[in-house]
Every structure is written in C-alpha cells, then in structure tokens.
Nanobody
Framework: QVQLVESGGGSVQAGGSLRLSCAAS????????MGWFRQAPGKEREVVAA????????YYADSVKDRFTVSRDNAKNALYLQMNNLKPDDTAVYSC???????????????????WGQGTQVTVSS
C-alpha cells in the first residue's frame, strides 16, 4: 500500500507561480513512476506531468510543457510540480499518483497509476 499527500495549492493571479509537493510512503519509492493529474468541474481528469522512478524520463501535457516542471527527490520520498505563468484554464484540483511496477515508457498512461492522493485546489484568477 502507498499513501500520498499533496500540499502547496492556493489562489494566485494569472502569470503567478505555485509549487506543489507530494509526500509518499513506501520503501521502494524510487521504483515508482509518479504523476500529477488535474480535474476541473465538468471535465475529465487529465495527465499534467509525470516522471520515471530514476527521474531520467519525463512526460508533459502539451498545454503545460513550456510552463511546468516535474521533479522528485527519492531520498525524501517526495514529488514536486513547479508551475509558472499560470493561466485561468489551469484552475483545477491537482492530485499526485503512483504507478507501481510500471516501465518508463508508460508515464503518460493514466491506467497505469494505482495509488492516488486526495488532491489540492489550485485557483488562478484573471
């Protein structure tokens, strides 16, 4: 069992920045692919960014590729998402998730993630 807890959400003006954190349990954290997802009211959940266990491979949705950076610190069992130049369309609940036993080439496949955090709200005003 893997437990995940997000933090760092809040309300910012368009053009501002936020840094999200995800604290994870587990003795084999470095073997998990980790991802950030978001869901806005009335819309389906989408993959925002993901990173392989080693941190070598990364995946980004086209809508955030030039603005967001995903990283991890395996010594701290932690995952991060640096969000710059935020836009109102980024408003959503952001969740982190773990994919256990998944290869790096599946980073962008939502079906591979089997543990989820409770989410943190990000609100961007115009």
């Amino acid at each position: 069992q893997v437990q995940l807890v997000e933090s760092g959400g809040g309300s910012v003006q368009a053009g501002g920045s936020l840094r999200l954190s995800c604290a994870a349990s587990g003795r084999t954290f470095s073997s998990y692919n980790m991802g950030w997802f978001r869901q806005a009211p009335g819309k389906e959940r989408e993959v925002v960014a993901a990173i392989s266990g080693s941190g070598i491979s990364r995946y980004y949705a086209d809508s955030v590729k030039d603005r967001f950076t995903v990283s991890r610190d395996n010594a701290k069992n932690a995952l991060y998402l640096q969000m710059n130049n935020l836009k109102p369309d980024d408003t959503a609940v952001y969740s982190c998730a773990a994919a256990t036993g998944a290869p790096a080439h599946t980073l962008g496949r939502v079906s591979m993630y089997d543990y989820w955090g409770q989410g943190t709200q990000v609100t961007v005003s115009s």
